[in-house]
């Protein structure tokens, strides 16, 4: 089963245990994760169900191609990292 992993920020706002999934694409295997999950839910995803600006997933050590699709297929082994995206100056 496909793996999603959360950062540790998060964990200090609620509890982000590792997810097992079984799905064939991103969008598929967040709908999983997220099921009973609002809260969580809405940290990674804006109301039109696109990637929030400030966090960024990497599906076996590449970053997800499309933040509107999320349509990036997945492997029954994949590890999926969700992040906080960094900026600074």
Do not use: H, W
């Not at 992993?5 to 999983?32: G, K, M, S, W, Y």
């Amino acid at each position: 089963m496909a793996q999603i992993i959360f950062t540790q920020q998060l964990a200090r706002f609620l509890p982000v245990p590792r997810i097992e999934v079984q799905a064939a694409d991103l969008r598929a295997a967040l709908a999983a994760a997220f099921e009973g999950k609002e809260r969580l839910r809405g940290y990674v995803l804006d109301d039109q169900g696109c990637l929030r600006e400030n966090v960024v997933i990497f599906i076996d050590g590449q970053r997800s191609r499309d933040r509107k699709r999320l349509d990036d297929p997945l492997r029954p082994d994949s590890q999926i990292y969700i992040l906080q995206a960094l900026s600074g100056g």
